[in-house]
């Protein structure tokens, strides 16, 4: 009589339904629509971007003090008896103006821009370390020739050649600088560049 039972409910002894105890959701709200999620912006423009701005407001608060320090340093070079050149004389105003101000307004504003997510703050950076590279191979170029105006007056020609090895040394190294610096600079566009405009 068992045997007879079981054979007219064969699905009596099973279990049904699903596995889960969440209940299926769709992915709509209470309008019916899909929701869909933003990805949230990354924070690293932001970061980079004031140090930009407190990189070029330090270095340009610096760079006042160094464009009023100039006729100072040429005077000193001038009573050791070290001769400065009128292309020399005005490079190391254009020098002091440019690299002093102009590269650090423009990284400060570069950070700005970048803060606020702009892809052009990014090249405004670059482009200023590019700039700031060709004020320093020609404050190599010029040092060298200083250096070697003074070992001259010092030595007895032992050292010739020597202001010539500063400035190669000068020029490598601002451009290794400069090219860290445009590494640094590049950044935010290299790590999160689908979020600037």
């Known amino acids: 009589m068992d045997g007879e039972s079981q054979d007219e409910n064969p699905g009596a002894g099973t279990l049904e339904?699903?596995?889960?105890n969440v209940a299926p959701q769709d992915n709509q709200n209470a309008f019916e629509?899909?929701?869909?999620?933003?990805?949230?912006?990354s924070q690293i423009p932001k970061v980079f971007g004031v140090l930009m701005m407190i990189y070029g407001v330090v270095l340009?608060?610096?760079?006042?003090l160094a464009v009023f320090n100039t006729g100072t340093v040429i005077d000193d070079y001038e009573q050791v008896g070290i001769t400065i050149s009128g292309l020399q004389n005005a490079w190391f105003y254009?020098?002091?103006i440019g690299a002093g101000l102009l590269v650090n307004g423009a990284v400060a504003y570069g950070g700005f821009e970048t803060f606020n997510y702009k892809r052009r703050g990014v090249m405004i950076g670059l482009g200023a370390v590019g700039l700031g590279l060709v004020f320093s191979l020609g404050d190599s170029i010029i040092l060298g020739?200083?250096?070697?105006?003074?070992?001259d007056m010092e030595g007895d020609g032992e050292l010739d050649?020597?202001?010539?090895?500063v400035s190669g040394v000068g020029v490598?190294?601002?451009?290794?600088?400069s090219a860290i610096c445009?590494?640094?600079?590049?950044?935010p566009l290299l790590a999160s560049g689908n979020d600037l405009e």
């Open 17 to 20: 339904g699903t596995t889960s």
């Open 33 to 41: 629509q899909n929701v869909v999620y933003m990805r949230q912006k």
């Open 60 to 64: 340009g608060l610096l760079g006042i």
């Open 94 to 96: 254009l020098s002091a």
């Open 145 to 151: 020739d200083i250096t070697q105006q003074f070992l």
């Open 161 to 165: 050649g020597f202001g010539a090895l």
């Open 172 to 177: 490598v190294m601002s451009i290794f600088c």
């Open 182 to 187: 445009g590494l640094l600079v590049a950044i």
